[in-house]
């Protein structure tokens, strides 16, 4: 899946959140912030840490639902709005 931009993911969110067929769901926005990329970056370069992202968002977008946005947000940072969650979550 290519990754979209924050602009993007921004603008698809926003449509979903608005829409009135989706008003009852519930929803859920996933922040991951890769904090501890830039100090790998200066040691190893922009290239393998465009990979690592890239790899990690595939893996994200695969493993959600397909109705679920997810973008690169920013440099070291990937958004899920999770659309299709459950009315009623069981904690054990």
């Not at 996933?30 to 393998?48: H, R, T, Y």
């Not at 639902?65 to 069981?90: A, E, F």
Request: proline share 4%.
């Amino acid at each position: 899946m290519i990754a979209i931009t924050y602009r993007d993911f921004l603008s698809k969110t926003f449509k979903v959140l608005h829409d009135p067929a989706h008003i009852s769901q519930r929803k859920a926005l996933l922040v991951i912030d890769f904090e501890k990329l830039p100090a790998l970056e200066s040691a190893v370069g922009f290239f393998p840490i465009d990979n690592i992202l890239q790899q990690a968002f595939d893996l994200i977008s695969n493993a959600l639902h397909s109705n679920d946005i997810v973008g690169i947000t920013g440099r070291h940072q990937i958004c899920c709005l999770l659309t299709q969650l459950p009315q009623k979550v069981m904690l054990y």
